[in-house]
């Protein structure tokens, strides 16, 4: 079965402040989804990806798909306190409607 | 405005106690998915549905039931087999595509349920 790892687990940054966020599957992604929770909240979705090489920007968070369609990267460029929240990467396993969930980025922004 | 609605936002439970999780949709989307989420783990699929009058069971479903006669609900009942049903609940509803492929999958708000 399809595993995703995201990393890192949490992160505090500065406001104003660049920061990366990876998933990395153990198998090749069909379709790479992007959410964002804030906490005892549901999920809001960002951005999909489905091809390798993939870039797609919402604001300022800029998420790619790698060439190998194994590693997806969140990008969120000047960083502000409305960032602040957990990010989840889901993944379409190909076959089937079952999306598979990393288990999220804690990201805390200081003001 | 279209959306996904899950009531109560939470719920307290006694051991032994059936509880039924509401989650309603008025997207016109035909899958609907329930979805259980625990402090540091990702989401645990506990069952979806495809159409109306027929589901499957997802992942975690031991001690969980749902039912779908109507397109717009999707309610999630917590029977007492459950073990250990303290938890994050989300409902999720997307486009069904057909051939086993999957949209996207947009969420309600959640219940949070606690077991006393």
């Known amino acids: 079965s399809q595993e995703l790892e995201q990393s890192p687990q949490s992160l505090i940054v500065q406001e104003g402040k660049n920061l990366t966020i990876n998933c990395t599957s153990s198998?090749?992604?069909?379709?790479l989804y992007w959410y964002k929770q804030k906490y005892g909240e549901g999920l809001i979705f960002l951005m999909m990806?489905?091809?390798?090489?993939e870039e797609k920007s919402h604001e300022k968070i800029t998420a790619k798909l790698d060439e190998k369609k194994q590693q997806s990267s969140l990008h969120i460029t000047a960083s502000q306190p409305s960032h602040a929240g957990i990010y989840l990467c889901?993944?379409?396993?190909?076959?089937?409607?079952?999306?598979?969930f990393g288990a999220g980025t804690i990201l805390r922004v200081k003001s | 405005d279209g959306g996904i609605t899950q009531s109560p936002k939470y719920l307290f439970r006694k051991e032994g106690q059936n509880v039924t999780l509401s989650c309603e949709q008025n997207l016109n989307h035909d899958a609907m998915y329930w979805y259980r989420q625990d402090p540091g783990q990702g989401l645990r699929l506990i069952y979806y549905s495809q159409i109306v009058n027929d589901f499957q069971k997802g992942d975690i479903a031991e001690g969980y039931s749902v039912s779908r006669e109507k397109k717009e609900s999707f309610p999630l009942t917590v029977t007492s087999a459950q073990k250990n049903p303290t938890a994050f609940y989300l409902c999720?509803?997307?486009?069904?595509?057909?051939?086993?492929?999957?949209?996207?999958?947009?969420f309600g708000p959640g219940t949070r349920l606690t077991v006393l």
């Open positions: 990806l489905q091809k390798g090489g």
């Open positions: 889901g993944a379409d396993p190909k076959y089937g409607n079952k999306l598979v």
């Open positions: 198998k090749t992604l069909y379709g």
């Open positions: 999720a509803s997307s486009i069904e595509k057909g051939g086993g492929s999957t949209d996207t999958q947009y």
